[in-house]
């Protein structure tokens, strides 16, 4: 397996596979060893192939601007957008999600969708991370959510702070569960590395399907 590999002030390894072509690229810490780098791209192959196999096979969903009858992913369930003139508000109406703006247009849709999905992530992320933090030992100083390129969450550990990605609201619910977890246990060990998933087996030993479902980029 080819991989291109970059040494970079970061402090994680760092894996991506870029479509179109499916070629691997590696970021790392320049005091991590090359062992340590071949280690971890091969205790990631399986996951590789399957992106490649699936980047190769795919079309990339056409992005488009949001109109009133489009539907929306929320936590994995899918919403049709409506629009009444009104006070700015979005909430969930049975199957539809209700978008309110004194004047109809694109933007005003997406910034309603966002604010939808910011208003889900705060609801739900305390508890969890009150519930996690206790069952995995550590603490947290600070957490956020914010919409990420690249990932679905980082953890500052010096600062003891996570971020998570918005976009994690439009997936099940234990999505981002997950995400949480990756992002506690680099707590307990900074690098992707036999320690860091021997802790993710031990509290979350269904990661690895939950990931899968993060890596299918979803239909919108």
Same mark, same amino acid.
């Given at each position: 397996m080819r991989v291109s590999l970059t040494r970079k002030r970061v402090k994680n390894l760092n894996?991506?596979? $870029?479509?179109? /072509? %499916?070629?691997?690229?590696?970021?790392?810490? =320049?005091?991590?060893?090359?062992?340590?780098? $071949?280690?971890?791209?091969?205790?990631?192959?399986? +996951?590789?192939?399957? $992106?490649?196999?699936?980047?190769l096979t795919?079309?990339?969903?056409?992005?488009?601007?949001? /109109?009133?009858?489009?539907? $929306?992913?929320?936590w994995g369930s899918s919403l049709c957008i409506q629009f009444?003139?009104?006070?700015?508000?979005?909430? =969930?109406? %049975?199957? /539809?999600?209700? #978008?309110?703006?004194?004047?109809y247009n694109h933007e005003a849709l997406q910034a309603l969708y966002d604010?939808?999905?910011r208003e889900q992530m705060k609801a739900r992320i305390p508890a969890?991370?009150?519930? +996690?933090?206790a069952r995995i030992g550590v603490k947290t100083q600070d957490w956020g959510v914010k919409k990420m390129k690249?990932?679905?969450? /980082? #953890?500052?550990?010096?600062?003891?702070?996570?971020?998570?990605n918005l976009e994690l609201a439009k997936y099940p619910e234990a999505c981002l569960e997950y995400v949480l977890v990756h992002e506690l246990v680099h707590l307990l060990e900074r690098y992707h590395n036999?320690?860091?998933y021997a802790f993710m087996d031990q509290y979350l030993p269904g990661w690895r399907q939950t990931k899968a479902v993060l890596d299918t980029p979803l239909e919108t």
């Open positions: 894996l991506r596979v $870029v479509p179109p /072509s %499916g070629e691997v690229r590696v970021s790392a810490p =320049r005091h991590v060893s090359e062992r340590d780098i $071949v280690e971890f791209v091969g205790s990631r192959k399986a +996951w590789i192939l399957d $992106v490649q196999q699936r980047i795919r079309e990339t969903p056409r992005r488009h601007s949001l /109109s009133p009858g489009d539907t $929306v992913p929320v009444q003139r009104g006070q700015y508000a979005a909430y =969930r109406d %049975g199957e /539809s999600l209700l #978008c309110r703006a004194p004047d604010q939808h999905l969890l991370l009150s519930e +996690w933090e690249t990932k679905w969450g /980082s #953890c500052n550990i010096s600062a003891a702070r996570i971020w998570l036999a320690r860091f």
